[in-house]
């Protein structure tokens, strides 16, 4: 069964750092790209990061450019989405996945506040 599981979101302000987590179970990790994506309440889902299967392709949504770095450790099944210098409209809830096999986690709660 194909599995994400998010974590590491939480509260933090204006500036801050989060790193969020996305372990993977059920397939073939290794041979599979993998994308974030994050919906804020009211507002359409919006592309955030995706990484080649080996980690050396990589590209992001144009409102979290030279600010979040994706990468992945393929021994332990697990993407990474490193967000520095967190802004209020990045509040949303963040979930990963992959397109090909059309399966998403169940999302992880970042909330940037004062």
């Known amino acids: 069964q194909v599995q994400f599981v998010e974590s590491g979101g939480g509260l933090v302000q204006p500036g801050g750092s989060l790193r969020l987590s996305c372990a993977a179970s059920g397939f073939s990790f290794s041979n599979s790209s993998t994308r974030w994506f994050r919906q804020a309440p009211g507002k359409d889902r919006e592309f955030v990061a995706h990484?080649?299967?080996?980690?050396?392709?990589?590209s992001y949504g144009d409102s979290v450019k030279g600010r979040f770095t994706i990468s992945r450790d393929n021994a332990k099944n697990t993407v990474y989405l490193q967000m520095n210098n967190l802004k209020p409209g990045d509040t949303a809830l963040y979930y990963c996945?992959?397109?090909?096999?059309?399966?998403w986690g169940q999302g992880t709660q970042v909330t940037v506040s004062s």
């Open positions: 990484i080649s299967t080996t980690g050396g392709i990589t």
């Open positions: 996945g992959s397109q090909t096999l059309n399966s």
